[in-house]
């Protein structure tokens, strides 16, 4: 049986969502034993709701009864001490040896309490945040890492997250080798910082993965690679500009598409191709970014995800789950990365 | 009489458009000299075609024959001893004590010899790329720097980089002090690289400048702050995801428009619209990027500039040396900024 614990607190939109997907997903996967952090009358209350429309019972689930936000004032190592469903849910991942964890609360205290609360992989020095993103190429997409869940980011890491990475992208497209490049202000050589140049020499060096070289900002866009490899403040300035690109042209579009009555009709002609074209770029479709380097599974979903997006954050946990010794197999690389250098 | 050295060899598209620009700029401004930089016999024959079109003759010019377009292979050093037009225009620029310089050629060698051949400005260490961006709100422009002239950037470079884009755009936007925000992976004041907190202490304390505080991509985009101050990896990173993000997007709203016939005639009725859409959005129409904390003004064109770029560009660098004393207030207000120190 596996095992997933589900903060479902932390949720924009409150926790009815979190709770309808949690039920949703148990109706389909009855061998996966789920654990709802919040506030347990609350739960209750939701789940008795629920439970005709989606054939489920109280018991179906475990409840743990919590009842704070978790909230950052000056320093996110706070999320340490302070009481909050976030911190209940790592406790009990940890203590009732679950596989993997689900929360849209906080990015910075929950890349901050997966540091701290799971082991990481041998040769890992520090987790990556690593988002699927949508490409301009049909069906394609790309994983970015570390897209913010380190400020300085050493070479060494670079070099662990492309075998980490690649192992996700083998499992989760479906393709061996994924190709990986390296985010840089220009893909010649001899441009960049010198820790960006060092992890190039090692990537260059590195058997395990299938490293292309420098890439520009336009090639992750484009899809020309399978993994985005970033520094993270880098990774995290580059997610956060394409994310707010295209929501702030589909602003514009709409504006232009209100300006008067013949543009409105011309909307209307183009309205089910733009939203195909929405879905693609709507964040809440590609699902939710794994913190990847750590024993176990690990993914955050948006902040402000409904139960379609909650639903797939917990599929993406099981995909990888149900994937026959993953942790093992990506230990097992990792290791060898060692005995190479 | 104000002078103008014009480096006119390094365009994407030939020097036709360079030349016509030059002379449609110096029709309009008698008063200026303009040095052309490029193969003589090249610019004499385009005069002459030219010369009843846009009442000049060749005589109106400063021809400088130079015959190798600038070229790095693995250092962007090399651009200091190896023969180009781009390393002549400075040098004439120097000896012949010329006001400006704007060239099209490769960005990274017009930075490095901007760097070592022009002055900088006092308590300035190193220059900065600022090109100017279009936002999502009508008619505002932001100016973004660094945009990737510098790989290591110092908290004090960011600090004094504040000043000079103030004056900027206090000039170019008519605008008195205007708002200055530190591009980051938050907003939060405890969020960020070590360096990044230093330069948010010296910003706060300086008093020659608005500073807001830390902003995150989507600030910037929207047009939140008049100035984005960036380091220069992040501030490149942002630049060219936003260009592209854009270019991307108007090349799937083409794909959708394609689609069938209905959707062709959405695309006809929205047409004007788009099309300024795309004219605010193009890098062409917003003008070539300032290289600044220099005694000189600079600016880069785009490698793809066409006439209308050019000439926009020649006016860049015209406007400012317009302003009264323009270099000498800036030279001003950085020296009290380092008694204030």
């Known amino acids: 049986m596996k095992k997933i614990v589900f903060d479902i607190l932390n949720n924009d939109n409150g926790i009815s969502y979190a709770i309808k997907a949690a039920c949703s997903f148990k109706s389909k996967n009855k061998d996966y034993q789920i654990a709802l952090v919040a506030d347990k009358d609350i739960i209750e209350k939701e789940l008795i709701k629920l439970k005709n429309k989606y054939k489920i019972s109280i018991d179906d689930f475990i409840i743990v009864d919590s009842k704070n936000l978790v909230h950052i004032k000056n320093s996110p190592r706070e999320v340490l001490?302070?009481?909050?469903?976030?911190?209940?849910?790592?406790?009990?991942l940890n203590e009732n040896n679950f596989d993997g964890i689900v929360s849209s609360g906080d990015s910075g205290a929950f890349i901050t309490l997966s540091?701290?609360?799971?082991?990481?992989?041998?040769?890992?020095s520090r987790p990556a945040f690593m988002p699927i993103l949508p490409t301009l190429q049909n069906n394609k997409y790309a994983l970015l890492l570390d897209a913010g869940a380190n400020i300085e980011t050493s070479y060494e890491y670079l070099n662990n997250w492309a075998v980490v990475a690649s192992q996700y992208y083998e499992l989760i497209f479906n393709k061996?080798?994924?190709?990986?490049?390296?985010?840089n202000v220009g893909t010649e050589e001899y441009k960049g910082s010198a820790n960006l140049k060092e992890a190039y020499k090692l990537l260059k060096n590195n058997k395990e993965v299938n490293f292309t070289g420098f890439i520009e900002p336009k090639d992750g866009i484009a899809g020309n690679v399978d993994i985005i490899l970033a520094e993270g403040q880098s990774g995290n300035i580059f997610l956060k500009t394409l994310e707010h690109s295209f929501l702030g042209f589909g602003k514009l579009l709409k504006n232009i598409i209100n300006t008067n009555l013949l543009t409105k009709i011309g909307?209307?002609?183009?309205?089910r191709q733009l939203k195909k074209l929405k879905a693609k770029f709507d964040y809440r479709n590609v699902g939710g970014a794994y913190i990847v380097g750590l024993e176990k599974l690990v993914v955050k979903a948006h902040g402000g995800s409904d139960e379609i997006a909650f639903e797939n954050a917990l599929n993406q946990v099981k995909f990888l789950l149900e994937k026959k010794d993953f942790v093992k197999k990506l230990t097992n690389k990792l290791e060898v990365l060692n005995n190479e250098a």
Not at 176 to 183: A, D, H, V, Y
Not at 267 to 271: I, T
Request: charge should be positive.
């Open 81 to 92: 001490k302070n009481s909050s469903s976030m911190l209940d849910a790592f406790n009990y």
């Open 115 to 124: 540091s701290f609360k799971i082991k990481r992989l041998p040769n890992v």
């Open 176 to 183: 061996q080798k994924p190709s990986i490049g390296l985010l």
């Open 267 to 271: 909307g209307l002609l183009l309205k």
